[in-house]
Every structure is written in structure tokens, then in C-alpha cells.
């Protein structure tokens, strides 16, 4: 996406809608998001789980039940959880361990964050074994540059507050993060850029991954040029939610049932 000017779009994220649209809103794309990562494949067993801020209720999330498919997850599949564990609303009374000790730390230490995003996809956790970040080797990779943290201190399945604290210093401010030995993990301030986020990341580590394997020289971008394609071309919050754009609307059409 090229973008000279980002505040120009920023008329697409001011207008101002009621809480209950606006809640309404991003339940529909959380559950639109669990489709997509269901495509995508990002789905494995009962691992990964995508949250969204509620609009009212701040220091509440909602998050998709333990044991329901990426695949099938609608609107009113979805649960509302405090910031005790406790599950407040919804059909379904099932909450996945490590989604609340991770989502509700990051929650906690970033206000600023609408959404957050964690699955067990094949190329993320791949390049996570080598305990390293990406390199700005793409453009795509260029939205990561400088713009990821790494957790560095895998100690099995996340189940206890402590670890997501470390998991969520270790995020800082930016808008990922890679869990070593684990996986994958981006926020921001919409379920769409989120999404995206995750899904473009996960072909970042699939596109250094097949580079490495070549053995052949990877020439990096230098760090201005990286610098400014991140924060004028493809790595600002409103890029990250336009590009989800088509991938929304190809899930709508293809599965209008999320939406019940």
C-alpha cells in the first residue's frame, strides 16, 4: 500500500459510533478474524485465540471459547471475560487458560490496544525456534522493522499472570512480538489491523525462512529507507486496516453465517 501522506486517512477511523455499534462492530470482525485464520490454517487443536477490547467495559475482553473450530466461530459464539477470568456474557463457559494469562497482561499494559492476536501458525513458530527477530529483507518485512520485541523465555504452556507480564514487557509498545520457541503475537487498535498484522507477519517468517535456505546473500534494506516504508507506506495502523479489507469482505461472502 503506498501512502505519501497517513493523516489523510485518518477520516476512515473519526467517525464516532454509539457503544453498542461500536461493540456490535468489533465482535463481528473478531469473529470474521477466527474465519480467516481458519483459512489460512493458522488453527491448530485448541491453540490461538484473537481478543478485542470491549468499548464499554475496558478492562473486559472478548475472546472465542475454548474448543470451538476457527472454522465455525459466529458472532454469538463469542465470550465477554473480566479482568478476573470470569466469564460475564456468552453462551459458551469454556475459557482458554493461556489466552486470559496472556491477552488480559497485554490489555493491562497497553490502553492503547483494541485487539490482540496469537495462533500457532507454521512458519511463525518455525522461525521462532531460532530466538531471533525478522530482517527488513521485503517490503512487507519493512512494517516489522524496529517495530517487534522478543520474548526470549519459553517456559511451556503460558499459565500463570506472571508470564504474560513478561510476555507483554517484552511486547513494549510495538505493534508484535515473537514468542520463542512459541509462536507469533501482534496488536494494535483494531480487530482488522491486528489481523493483518498477524497474517502478513507470518509471511514475512515464511519469506526469510525460503531465503535463508537458499544460501545465497540476502541483501537488507537499509535502515531509512526501512524506516520510512514502515511508518509512510505499509506499516501505520491504517494500513494494517485497509489491507484487511479484502480478506473481510471474501470471508463475508463466503461464510455469511459468522455474522448470526
Known sequence: MT?????????????KPTIEEERLHRKQQLAGAFRVFGKFGFSEGVAGHITARDPELTDHFWVNPFGISFNKIKVSDLILVNEEGEIIEGKHQLLNKAAFAIHSRI???????????????????????FGKKLDPITQDACAFYDDH???????????DLSEGDRIAEALGDKKAAILKNHGLLTVGGSVEEVAFWFISMERCCQTQILAESTGNKIHMIDHETALKTRNEEVGFPIAGWFSYKPLWQDIVAANPDLLE
Not at 501512502?3 to 467517525?15: G, Q
Not at 490489555?107 to 525456534?129: F, M, N, Q
Open 149 to 159: 520485541g522478543l520474548y526470549n523465555d519459553y517456559k511451556g504452556v503460558v499459565s
Open 107 to 129: 490489555h493491562l499494559a497497553r490502553p492503547d490496544a483494541i485487539a490482540a492476536a496469537h495462533a500457532h501458525s507454521i512458519y511463525g513458530k518455525t522461525w521462532s525456534v
Open 3 to 15: 501512502v505519501t501522506n497517513p493523516a489523510k486517512y485518518e477520516h476512515f477511523m473519526s467517525i
